[in-house]
C-alpha cells in the first residue's frame, strides 16, 4: 500500500515535444505529491509538487495533472529540451508527522535534438 | 529553493576503516532530516530518518550499529558508516525538512556523496 509505481521506465522525445510521466499510488493517506529531478551524479531537485485538492499545477514549461479518484498524477514537460534530460522522480508523502517520502522507480528521460 | 550541503562529495577509503558525511542545511534550520542510499540506475531507498536531539528512526533492514547517525544541531546531521566494506559503496544523500518560512512539507535534498570502498 505504501508503493508509488511510475512509468515508464525510460522515454525518448524530440526536442520541441512534450513529455509524459505517469504514477499512481494507493495509501490514501498521501496528501502531497511532489516531482525531483536528478542529473548524474548529483541530489533530486525539486521540481514541482502538487496537493490533492487541486487538479492541475504549472510552473513553466512544467505541469502535474492529478486524478484524485483514480489515485494517478503524471507530469507534463512541454517543449521538451536536451537539458531536460534526466531522471524524473514521482514522490508521495503525509504532510506532518515524520513525512516518510515514497518514491516512485524513476523514469529516464533523454530528449534529442 | 533552500540550500542544502552535503561534505565530502566523494570519498574513497579501505575496506575496515569508517567514513563520516556531513549534511548541512545552509539557510534554514532542519527539524527532521533524512538518510538515503541510491544505487545505480535505482531509486532512493531511505535508511533513517532523524530529528534533532532525538535517536533516529531506521528503516527495516537498515543495521543501526552500521550506519551510525548523529543529529546534533538543526543544521548539522552526520552519518557514519563504521567497518565499511565493498558493499557499502553506493551513492548515500541527505535531505532535510525545514521550518519557519520554509515550507514544512517539502523536503530539500543534498546533492550526495558517492563513497567507495577498495
Known amino acids: 500500500q505504501q508503493q508509488v509505481k511510475q512509468s515508464p521506465q525510460s522515454l525518448i522525445v524530440q526536442k520541441g515535444g512534450i513529455s509524459i510521466i505517469n504514477c499512481a499510488y494507493e495509501?490514501?493517506?498521501?496528501?502531497?505529491f511532489p516531482w525531483y529531478q536528478q542529473f548524474p551524479g548529483k541530489g533530486p531537485a525539486l521540481l514541482i509538487a502538487?496537493?490533492?485538492?487541486?487538479s492541475e499545477k504549472k510552473e513553466g514549461r512544467f505541469t502535474i495533472s492529478f486524478n484524485k479518484s483514480a489515485k494517478q498524477f503524471s507530469l507534463h514537460i512541454m517543449d521538451s529540451q536536451p537539458g531536460d534530460s534526466a531522471t524524473y522522480f514521482c514522490?508521495?508523502?503525509?504532510?506532518?508527522?515524520?513525512?516518510?517520502?515514497?518514491f516512485g522507480t524513476g523514469t529516464k528521460l533523454q530528449v534529442i535534438p | 529553493g533552500a540550500v542544502v550541503s552535503q561534505h565530502p562529495s566523494r570519498v574513497i577509503c579501505k575496506s575496515g576503516t569508517s567514513v563520516k558525511i556531513e549534511c548541512r542545511s545552509l539557510?534554514?534550520?532542519?527539524?527532521?532530516m533524512f538518510w538515503y542510499r541510491q544505487f545505480p540506475k535505482q531509486s532512493l531507498m531511505l535508511m533513517a530518518t532523524s530529528n534533532e536531539g532525538s535517536k533516529a528512526t531506521y528503516e527495516q533492514g537498515v543495521e543501526k550499529d552500521k550506519f551510525l547517525i548523529n543529529h546534533a544541531s538543526l543544521t548539522l546531521s552526520t552519518l557514519t558508516v563504521t567497518s565499511a566494506h565493498p558493499e557499502d559503496s553506493s551513492f548515500y544523500i541527505c535531505?532535510?525538512?525545514?521550518?519557519?518560512?520554509?515550507?514544512?512539507?517539502?523536503?530539500?535534498f543534498g546533492p550526495g556523496t558517492r563513497l567507495t570502498v577498495l
Open positions: 535531505s532535510a525538512r525545514g521550518q519557519g518560512r520554509k515550507s514544512t512539507d517539502t523536503q530539500y
Open positions: 539557510d534554514f534550520q532542519a527539524t527532521t
Open positions: 514522490a508521495a508523502l503525509t504532510s506532518g508527522g515524520y513525512q516518510k517520502v515514497t
Open positions: 502538487i496537493r490533492p485538492d487541486v
Open positions: 495509501n490514501t493517506a498521501f496528501d502531497y
